[in-house]
T-cell receptor, first 117, second 107 residues
Framework: NAGVTQTPKFRVLKTGQSMTLLCAQD?????MYWYRQDPGMGLRLIHY???????AKGEVPDGYNVSRLKKQNFLLGLESAAPSQTSVYFC????????????????FGPGTRLTVL | RKEVEQDPGPFNVPEGATVAFNCTYS??????FFWYRQDCRKEPKLLMS???SGNEDGRFTAQLNRASQYISLLIRDSKLSDSATYLC????????FGTGTSLTVIP
């Protein structure tokens, strides 16, 4: 199993450009998540999905859109990139939802390093 | 106030030392707790879950103190390979991540 994969690994954009980050998992997980990680901020949830065809906003959703057309894929889109979106983006998946008391973990992809000039 | 707070460190310790990290959480209703490890420029990976009674995995011991709302991670006999950032994670219907504590084990 490849686990969780992300493409691309690195990308440099100019302000105003658009792009899509792809996340794929082969563990048949229902739940998928997009996080961004910035120095001193920790991981922050952007959007998440509880199943194919469903998405929901996380802590910092502005400027991003997502789609989950297939169970194994979760796409993160930036319609008009801004320098504030320079970050490392991690995708994660889990078999069960993060209910209180659950000890199920999240599995992370290797990350995408995005720089917006 | 952040949901999860950690001392960012850095902690620089010699090989063989014992080191402990603490993490506090704000929501007393939190029920699941984890420690993740993140190597430089890599993704976070689960190190261990934290159970109410405390749990041990080799050189690593995790403790939970619900009354004071903190969890701890103790690493005994530190190895060079333990150098990483350790993230405290609390499940409150979503996963909330601390900013991480940096550990460097020195030869």
């Amino acid at each position: 199993n490849a686990g969780v994969t992300q493409t691309p690994k690195f990308r440099v954009l100019k302000t105003g450009q658009s792009m899509t980050l792809l996340c794929a998992q082969d563990m048949n997980h229902e739940y998928m998540y997009w996080y961004r990680q910035d120095p001193g901020m920790g991981l922050r949830l952007i959007h998440y999905s509880v199943g194919e065809g469903t998405t929901a906003k996380g802590e910092v959703p502005d400027g991003y859109n997502v789609s989950r057309l297939k169970k194994q894929n979760f796409l993160l889109g930036l319609e008009s990139a801004a320098p504030s979106q320079t970050s490392v983006y991690f995708c994660a998946s889990s078999y069960t939802p993060p209910r209180g008391g659950s000890t199920d973990t999240q599995y992370f992809g290797p990350g995408t390093r995005l720089t917006v000039l | 106030r952040k949901e999860v707070e950690q001392d960012p460190g850095p902690f620089n310790v010699p090989e063989g030392a014992t080191v402990a990290f603490n993490c506090t959480y704000s929501n007393s209703a939190s029920q699941s707790f984890f420690w993740y490890r993140q190597d430089c420029r890599k993704e976070p990976k689960l190190l261990m879950s934290v159970y109410s009674s405390g749990n041990e995995d080799g050189r690593f011991t995790a403790q939970l103190n619900r009354a004071s709302q903190y969890i701890s991670l103790l690493i005994r006999d530190s190895k060079l390979s333990d150098s990483a950032t350790y993230l405290c994670v609390v499940n409150m219907e979503k996963f909330y991540f601390g900013t991480g504590t940096s550990l460097t084990v020195i030869p």
